[in-house]
Each structure stands twice: as structure tokens, then as C-alpha cells.
């Protein structure tokens, strides 16, 4: 029944928030020699997880439908992850926009939620001005002041970026907002990294990935760049696809000593 399938997923999130993983940070995820970081001469940084966060929309679902906000948010955004890696695969792209409305949509309906235009609209507007994590100006400033260049290469379409940027007052201290829209295909394509090298106009060791999701971390390491994983919850290990992070941090503001010099 369509009421047990919510119960489940219901219970699913909830038992994924209490259950922290037992493994530790795998030994792989060890540093590259440091003169590689001294050639950094760019960062580019995810934007969804990385600069903002994206279950800051979780207040504005709970006043929306009590009680289904968290399940919402968390299924909402696992569908968003999964329809843009599926259209990738298929070969049949959607701007970031869409497919986030497609993903609440999706959300929505497996928890049996009256998702009315005006409530959608809410929430889908609310991407615009998702909340920043502490850490990211005061990381982006000093960065600035050490001469880096600085940008967001992300899935986001460009609309989206813009804006959440400018509304966590970082769109001054950017260089660049790249959006996957100039090659109409997602991460973990090689071919968004690349986007990005073209871009920022420095060769492949001069730029530094930054990401808290780690299977983009892997992607970036595959297509031949420095990474560096924020890893936001200490708990999470990274994932198992083989390109480990060149370092591995809790915060963007450890990231200006790993490249001063």
C-alpha cells in the first residue's frame, strides 16, 4: 500500500540520521607530496553541499507539511543526485532547475504529500537562497588575498548559481560561476572538469577541485586534477571508486595553509 511505502521511507531517514558509519577514513585518503599543492593557481568549488547547503530548505518543508519535512528534504535531494547522473547516462538533459522540480515532484509523491503549485514555487524558489556554511567566506577571503583565483563549477544552471551566490554575499569574491550548461551533461563527466580547466585558463596541476561529495571528489581525481574533499561529517568515508582526495579537510578554511607559499 501507497501509506506503507511512506511509513518505509519515513523510517529509512530516520534510520539513516541516528546510524553513524563505523569505519574510519581509509588509509588511500593520504596526501600527495606537498610541491603538487604549491602549483595551485586556481580553485574551483562545488556548490550544492560545498558553499550551500542544501537542507537549509528543511524549515521551510516542515512549516509546509509538518511532520514530512525532514523525509522530504532528504529524498528530495537523493533524487535530485540520481535523476542527474540517470539523464546523464541517457543522454537526454534537463537543466539542474528542472531536474530539481522533477525531484521534488518525485519526493512528494512517495510520501504522499499534497505538493500544490504555490508550495512547489516555495520550495523551488527557495534554492536560490540556500544558506552558506560558516566556513565559506572567511575560506574564499583568504584565499582571495593570497591571489587564487576562485570559482563555483557546478550542475547548478546558471540562474541558480548566480543567485545563491550573490545571496550569501560570495558572488564579489568569485572569478568565475561555471555551470554544466555549457556542455549539457553532469558530473562526474570528465568533460565538466575539463569545462572548468578551459574556463579559469590554467593547465591541469594548476587547479584544485573542492567538493564535500565525495564520489564528485572522485570524478574530478579521475579527470587528472588536485582534489581536495571537505568532509563535513567526520564520520563518512570516502567513496569506494578508487581516486582518492590529494587531502582531505573539515572546513574551506583549512585549505589557504595547504597552498601558502
Same mark, same amino acid.
Given at each position: ?48 553541499? $560545498? ?48 531536474? $530539481? ?125 588536485? $582534489? ?34
Amino acid at each position: 500500500m501507497r501509506t506503507e511505502r511512506r511509513d518505509f521511507i519515513r523510517a529509512c531517514v530516520a534510520t539513516a540520521a541516528t546510524v553513524s558509519p563505523a569505519r574510519a577514513i581509509a588509509a588511500a585518503v593520504a596526501a600527495q607530496p606537498a610541491d603538487r599543492l604549491g602549483r595551485i593557481e586556481a580553485f574551483a568549488f562545488d556548490a550544492y553541499g $560545498t558553499l550551500f547547503d542544501v537542507f537549509s530548505v528543511t524549515a521551510l518543508c516542515e512549516e509546509l507539511f509538518p511532520g514530512d519535512g525532514r523525509a522530504l528534504a532528504q529524498v528530495w535531494r537523493v533524487k535530485q543526485l540520481q535523476y542527474s547522473l540517470l539523464r546523464s547516462l541517457m543522454g537526454r538533459h534537463k537543466d539542474f532547475w528542472q531536474v $530539481t522540480q522533477d525531484a521534488l515532484s518525485y519526493a512528494a509523491k512517495s510520501l504522499e504529500l499534497d505538493l500544490t503549485a504555490a508550495r512547489r514555487d516555495r520550495l523551488m524558489e527557495a534554492y536560490l537562497t540556500l544558506a552558506a556554511f560558516p566556513d565559506v567566506r572567511p575560506g574564499l577571503e583568504s584565499l582571495k588575498s593570497q591571489g587564487v583565483k576562485l570559482a563555483i563549477l557546478s550542475n547548478g544552471e546558471p540562474r541558480m548559481l548566480q543567485a545563491a551566490a550573490a545571496s550569501a554575499g560570495i558572488d564579489t569574491l568569485l572569478d568565475a560561476i561555471i555551470s554544466v550548461e555549457d556542455v549539457k551533461i553532469f558530473k562526474v563527466s570528465p568533460r565538466v572538469y575539463q569545462l572548468g580547466l578551459e574556463r579559469l585558463e590554467v593547465g591541469r596541476t594548476g587547479l584544485g577541485f573542492v567538493s564535500s561529495n565525495s564520489w564528485d571528489i572522485n570524478g574530478a581525481a579521475s579527470a587528472g586534477l588536485t $582534489t581536495f574533499w571537505i568532509q563535513r561529517n567526520a564520520a563518512e568515508p570516502p567513496e569506494e571508486l578508487g581516486f582518492a582526495a590529494d587531502r582531505v579537510v573539515s572546513a574551506i578554511t583549512d585549505l589557504p595553509p595547504l597552498v601558502r607559499g
